[in-house]
């Protein structure tokens, strides 16, 4: 299932994978995003950085790093 799909009707889906709600990875992109992708580029990006992010996010939790 495609994250975009999880995010927006699948939450428990979206929860297992990533071990946060859909909407707490939202605020975490507003706070990271900027830092993620040049602000010149920030619309153009974020779907970029969003995917990005999301791909390091579950790798992370795929090794039980504690606090995640």
């Keep these: 299932m495609l994250v975009k799909e999880m ?4 939450h428990e889906s979206f ?6 709600t859909p909407e707490r990875f939202d605020n975490l992109l507003l ?3 900027p830092m993620l ?7 153009d ?9 999301a791909l ?9 790093i504690p606090g995640l």
């Design 37 to 43: 992708a040049k602000k010149s580029l920030y619309r």
């Design 7 to 10: 995010h927006e009707n699948d």
């Design 56 to 64: 390091t996010w579950q790798e992370m939790s795929c090794h039980n």
């Design 31 to 33: 706070l990271v995003g």
């Design 15 to 20: 929860y297992k994978y990533f071990r946060m």
């Design 45 to 53: 990006l974020l779907v970029l950085v969003n995917v990005n992010m």
